[in-house]
């Protein structure tokens, strides 16, 4: 809808929704042109052809309470173009299942989020703030990622939260992984074994203080992965 808030619901039970293509929220070009979608019930089922776009002109956000969603993307604050209002375009999982057969991109050229409270997301690649500051925060269920790649946003791990899967984590510009509790023997396992990558270090390490600002410094010639309790 132009030049106003769209909003659907996939709900009623024992319902399955086929869209061919993509499902595009906040793709018009009017000002104000938001798009938002929730799932809410166990029984829903919605097949996304192509792409899942949550914010590509306008701010969109999704919201899935219960059902099984699946996509062949995640796109998450595009910013493609005029009006360029995609900042805090956001995706909420409480439960149910989320699967994305490809990428999943937070923050491509805006501000975005992804929050999964409950339910199982999957997904191949996920890339953490391409262009935008992205945010992705598990609080709980199960996350799989093939691969994690953190650009210009975080990775917020809770302990009530699982994430699997992934063979590869990478570190660029000033990605950064926040794990609840302290994990600093798993941190350097992962860097041993070749789990964690990084590159593209910006952080000047002789300004900082072990013990201070960090506890474990691992370094490669391309930049440095701090880590600290």
């Known amino acids: 809808r132009k030049g106003n808030v769209g909003q659907i619901n996939f709900s009623g039970g024992s319902t399955t929704t086929i869209i061919a293509k993509s499902l595009k929220l906040g793709a018009n070009t009017d000002a104000g042109s938001d798009g938002h979608v929730t799932v809410s019930d166990a029984g829903t089922t919605v097949s996304i052809g192509n792409e899942l776009l949550v914010g590509n002109k306008n701010l969109g956000t999704y919201v899935q309470n219960n059902g099984t969603v699946t996509a062949g993307a995640l796109n998450i604050a595009e910013d493609d173009g005029d009006p360029g209002e995609t900042a805090g375009s956001s995706v909420t999982l409480h439960d149910g299942f989320l699967t994305i057969a490809g990428r999943s991109d937070v923050g491509i050229g805006a ?83 070749g789990t964690y990558t990084w590159g593209d270090g910006v952080v000047d390490i002789d300004t900082l203080t072990e013990g201070v600002d960090y506890d474990q410094a691992f370094d490669t010639a391309d930049g440095w992965l701090l880590s600290k309790e």
């Open 111 to 193: 501000a975005g989020s992804l929050t999964v409270n409950g339910g199982a997301f999957s997904t191949g690649e996920l890339r953490i703030g391409k262009s935008g500051a992205g945010t992705v925060l598990l609080n709980g269920g199960t996350t799989a990622a093939d691969d994690i790649d953190i650009r210009a946003g975080s990775l917020t791990l809770m302990s009530a939260a699982t994430l699997t899967s992934y063979t590869n984590m990478n570190f660029k510009a000033d990605g950064m992984l926040i794990w609840e509790g302290d994990h600093n023997a798993d941190v350097a396992t992962l860097v041993g074994d």
